[in-house]
């Protein structure tokens, strides 16, 4: 069981692309305990068993009642730090997909503030975007196109040509976006 859980711990670690100082400073765990735990060499008391659980955004039964069998359901918490790509006063992108199906599929949620610019250069040929409008107001421009969008419009467009989204309300906008490569 104890080999169970720390390879658990690393997995989950790993997955999140999380060094073992990242696990200690979301968890307040010892970077010494955590590698130890990871080793198969301590074996954590509830307390440090929970601050790991609560650094990974998992319940303690989430963490340790996976134990030993691999879920087929991967799961982004909302609190899960290490998935913010960017942050910013005007913008934020927070990745929603799997890491490892990065360059393949990817989907966002973006955060435009009042007046937020996102500009992309262009991606890979054949690489189209597709966005839907939670809230505000956007304009999409692709190339030399641009639509103007609100809550609920959804748009398709390429992204192998220099393109944008530009929040044209005073208002925060969030979007989900979805990044296909081809």
């Given at each position: 069981?104890?080999?169970?859980?720390?390879?658990?711990?690393?997995?989950?670690?790993?997955?999140?692309?999380?060094?073992l100082d990242d696990l200690a400073k979301a968890s307040g765990v010892s970077r010494s305990?955590?590698?130890?735990?990871?080793?198969?060499?301590?074996?954590?008391?509830?307390?440090?068993?929970?601050?790991?659980?609560?650094?990974?955004?998992?319940?303690?039964?989430?963490?340790?009642?996976?134990?030993?069998?691999?879920?087929?359901?991967?799961?982004?918490?909302?609190?899960?730090?290490?998935?913010?790509?960017?942050?910013?006063?005007?913008?934020?992108?927070?990745?929603?997909?799997?890491?490892?199906?990065?360059?393949?599929?990817?989907?966002?949620?973006?955060?435009?503030?009042?007046?937020?610019?996102?500009?992309?250069?262009?991606?890979?040929?054949?690489?189209?975007?597709?966005?839907?409008?939670?809230?505000?107001?956007?304009?999409?421009?692709?190339g030399g196109d641009i639509e103007a969008l609100g809550k609920g419009d959804s748009a398709?467009?390429?992204?192998?040509?220099?393109?944008?989204?530009?929040?044209?309300?005073?208002?925060?906008?969030?979007?989900?976006?979805v990044v296909v490569y081809r």
């Amino acid at each position: 069981m104890l080999d169970e859980f720390a390879r658990r711990v690393k997995d989950l670690r790993v997955a999140r692309q999380w060094s073992l100082d990242d696990l200690a400073k979301a968890s307040g765990v010892s970077r010494s305990m955590i590698s130890q735990i990871e080793r198969g060499e301590a074996n954590p008391t509830l307390a440090v068993t929970l601050r790991m659980a609560r650094g990974f955004g998992l319940s303690l039964s989430e963490l340790v009642e996976e134990t030993g069998r691999a879920s087929t359901i991967a799961v982004i918490r909302a609190n899960d730090r290490a998935h913010d790509f960017r942050r910013d006063a005007d913008v934020q992108i927070r990745t929603l997909s799997p890491l490892e199906m990065e360059k393949d599929i990817e989907i966002y949620e973006v955060k435009l503030g009042g007046g937020g610019v996102l500009r992309s250069a262009a991606h890979f040929e054949g690489t189209r975007e597709f966005l839907q409008v939670e809230t505000g107001k956007v304009r999409v421009e692709s190339g030399g196109d641009i639509e103007a969008l609100g809550k609920g419009d959804s748009a398709s467009y390429r992204a192998d040509v220099p393109h944008a989204i530009v929040n044209t309300g005073k208002g925060p906008a969030t979007v989900i976006l979805v990044v296909v490569y081809r």
